[in-house]
């Protein structure tokens, strides 16, 4: 999963510190990503149209590969 970063508080005619422009920085290349993502989507869509149905994996199929990525990664066990 990706890190967000999170954006920092300016007041008006502040100019942000070194660790606010990082941040800023960090949350631009984050919504870029993002764009570009949906942007690429859209495109494929343009290009193909939806998928089949059969072609299609349902919201629950996605949501347990993403659980089971984040648990690998962050060695997270289970408690009953």
Do not use: F
């Not at 941040?23 to 631009?28: C, F, H, N, S």
Request: glycine fraction near 4%; include cysteine; aromatic fraction near 4%.
């Amino acid at each position: 999963m990706p890190h967000h970063s999170v954006m920092p508080e300016l007041e008006p005619g502040q100019r942000p510190t070194a660790e606010q422009a990082k941040a800023l920085r960090q949350a631009a290349a984050a919504e870029r990503a993002r764009a570009e993502a949906v942007a690429a989507m859209l495109e494929d869509l343009a290009e193909n149209g939806l998928p089949q149905l059969d072609e299609c994996r349902t919201w629950a199929e996605i949501r347990e590969e993403l659980w089971a990525g984040y648990d690998a990664q962050h060695d997270v066990g289970h408690v009953a």
